[in-house]
């Protein structure tokens, strides 16, 4: 009896062993519970899009398809596929900009293309989400055009020529053209602007140099916040990059130039090696759901592929939400300039140095 | 008995061993991995048909840019040692010599303050003091000291202001053991040989503490020569170092093998130094043998 008592008594190893065991279980139990749920690993913005993505629609996904979601939102995503094994890709879907597709594709990293028969919400996209200047599809896109102050008097722009008028000299915001997909687009816009289209280099530098003194940045954040402070006053931006301060009473408002609007599509592709073909694609289908469109496109300002789609009254006013409004996207043939980038980030490099 | 004393391995080897492994797994394999890269057309382990080759390293030497970069690289690491020594010397000398324990307490923590904070939580505050609406630039303009702002950002001055403050740290520590060492008694002995405080410390002091500033030169070049953050903040992008254009390399244009040519530029800059260190430590430390 004495023995029975004694075996039982908490001694500090049984009570170090215990603690040990708990915290052990307590971190690997989420997952062992998962253990056999399958993993989807995509890529996806942080930011607004990654809060919703975390909080809604990917728990959503989680629960219909039965998996789990794993998003690596540290950006930038294609060095990391790249230096990952074909036959196992550290991604089963990848989620980046048209640009970055395209050198994908040409690496042998993504799928060119997503079949429709897998992906039936494929047949309800506009046609520039599917068309020959897109690899994979493209499942929201924003307006590239100017974003300017509205408090400092410069009257009503209307074209992308005013961004060359000297009273803008200090206050003109561009990008780091070499790895910014805004900066690219802008530069083959030039070409159309001031030469025989987007593919006339010669005048597009031409017009870069006349373009200077400019204050370039990498990411539409940092030119989102000079513009917010007043560090630039007309700039190179997307439409979300404005909208997305709507009542918030800030001094900014977007341009549409008269000259059409870029197109800065938000493509989704799969990779060749992925084990999750299936899910992949049904994950792919998913993005392109109405309701799953309408409340990512009402959340950061996005404008939805599915032509379905639609959105609140005040969301619908300023995206692109029809045919017509469509139709003034300007679309960049991004295989066109990935063969020519060594040649254009070593010319714009030298450009822009101080 | 002896046999098993002779087979025992020796307990510093052993003691050793964890980090010689960590060194080489984390140290020489990159780099040689990284060398490697440097000399192929592209990655063996995906694309399967790869060979040697110098194209990257041409790439550098054939084009004026990748020199000019080089060169601008060299250039804000040499400013940025000297000033960091400038300012970093007369504190550690402070610091070495002064006799009050709170008072060196406090310059310590005055030293190494700016340290627990971030590199890029310092460089944002220099951008809201240095930028076109920054704190500096507002003040003279309200003043009505100047009426277009001065472009103290986008500049190489800019980034060399950040850098110094992130790196003079490294510069005063490294001093301040050097000079504490020194014997006050010898440039007592010079003053009273009639050399004035000044002669004295040029020809004690200064001479004696050569391996300190040597030490912390080194230091802050190779710190300064491979900062990314700093040059791509308060330069804007504008000013194109080696770290940046590395970074460039591998995010937008996915050339791994230039990247690593350029790696490797980069690390030959710093092995260039420390041999030249290792030579002017040797010379005026008189000991031949560290050469």
Redesign the interface.
């Known amino acids: 009896m004495m023995k029975a008592l004694g075996s039982s008594r908490l001694s500090r190893r049984r009570f170090l062993t215990a603690g040990a065991s708990l915290g052990i279980g307590t971190i690997a139990a989420p997952y062992v519970a998962r253990a056999e749920d399958p993993t989807l690993r995509i890529t996806g913005w942080g930011g607004k899009w990654g809060e919703i993505m975390k909080a809604e629609i990917g728990p959503a996904f989680e629960s219909e398809f039965k998996c789990k979601l794993q998003t690596d939102s540290a950006f930038p995503y294609l060095p990391k596929l790249q230096a990952s094994s074909r036959s196992a890709p550290i991604y089963d879907v990848l989620h980046t900009n048209s640009n970055e597709q395209w050198a994908a594709a040409e690496m042998g990293l993504v799928e060119p293309k997503i079949d429709p028969k897998l992906v039936p919400n494929l047949a309800d996209v506009y046609p520039y989400a599917v068309s020959e200047k897109i690899v994979g599809v493209s499942i929201f896109t924003s307006a590239i055009g100017l974003g300017m102050r509205t408090d400092k008097g410069y009257g009503n722009v209307t074209s992308w020529k005013e961004l060359w008028d000297t009273k803008y000299n200090g206050v003109r915001g561009g990008y780091v053209i070499p790895v910014n997909s805004l900066g690219q687009a802008f530069l083959m816009m030039c070409g159309t602007l001031f030469g025989k289209g987007q593919t006339d280099l010669d005048a597009a530098y031409a017009a870069l140099e006349k373009l200077k003194p400019i204050k370039i940045v990498d990411f539409t954040g940092a030119m989102e916040k000079m513009l917010l402070s007043g560090e630039v006053g007309l700039c190179v931006i997307h439409d979300s990059g404005i909208y997305r301060y709507d009542g918030q009473n800030q001094p900014i408002d977007f341009v549409a130039p008269s000259e059409g609007v870029l197109s800065l599509e938000q493509v989704l592709t799969i990779t060749p090696g992925s084990k999750m073909k299936e899910l992949a694609n049904a994950y792919v289908n998913y993005m392109l759901r109405p309701e799953v469109q309408k409340r990512l496109a009402e959340t950061v300002w996005y404008s939805p592929a599915n032509k379905k789609v639609k959105l609140d009254a005040k969301y619908d006013a300023k995206l692109l939400t029809t045919p017509e409004k469509v139709s003034k996207l300007i679309q960049v043939d991004w295989k066109w300039y990935n063969e020519r980038k060594d040649e254009i980030d070593q010319r714009v490099n030298r450009i822009f140095r101080a | 008995m002896s046999s098993a004393s002779t087979t025992r391995p020796n307990g510093v080897a052993l003691f050793i061993l964890p980090s010689a492994l960590l060194f080489a797994l984390f140290f020489f394999l990159p780099i040689g991995l990284m060398a490697l890269m440097s000399a192929l057309t592209g990655?063996p382990?995906?694309m399967p048909k790869v060979a040697f080759t110098t194209r990257h390293y041409a790439r550098i030497v054939n084009?004026p840019?990748y020199l000019e970069v080089i060169w601008t690289t060299i250039r804000i690491g040499l400013v940025t040692t000297l000033v960091a020594l400038a300012i970093g010397y007369p504190l550690a000398h402070w610091m070495a010599r002064i006799k009050s324990r709170t008072g060196h307490a406090l310059l310590l923590m005055a030293v190494l303050a700016p340290m627990l904070t971030g590199i890029v939580v310092r460089t944002f505050a220099w951008m809201t003091l240095l930028?076109?609406?920054g704190v500096i630039n507002q003040t003279l303009m309200s003043l009505g000291l100047i009426a277009?702002?001065l472009k103290l950002m986008?500049?190489?001055t800019g980034i060399v202001i950040g850098l110094v403050h992130i790196y003079v740290p490294f510069m005063v520590l490294t001093l301040t053991g050097v000079i504490g060492r020194i014997d006050e008694r010898l440039e007592q002995a010079a003053e009273n040989l009639g050399a004035s405080p000044l002669r004295a410390f040029l020809e004690v002091t200064l001479p004696l503490s050569l391996p300190g500033i040597l030490a912390g030169s080194l230091l802050v070049f190779a710190l300064a020569i491979s900062a990314y953050v700093t040059p791509?903040l308060l330069?804007?992008?504008?000013?194109?170092t080696l770290p940046i254009l590395i970074y460039?390399q591998?995010?937008?244009?996915?050339?791994?093998g230039f990247a690593a040519a350029l790696g490797i530029v980069l690390l030959v800059i710093s092995l260039m130094l420390v041999i030249a260190y290792n030579r002017a430590l040797g010379l005026v430390s008189g000991q031949r043998e560290l050469q």
Do not use: L, W
């Not at chain 2, 330069?235 to 194109?240: A, N, T, V």
């Open positions: 990655n382990v995906v084009d840019y930028s076109d609406k277009q702002p986008y500049t190489e791509i330069g804007g992008f504008q000013i194109m460039q591998i995010s937008a244009n996915f050339n791994v």
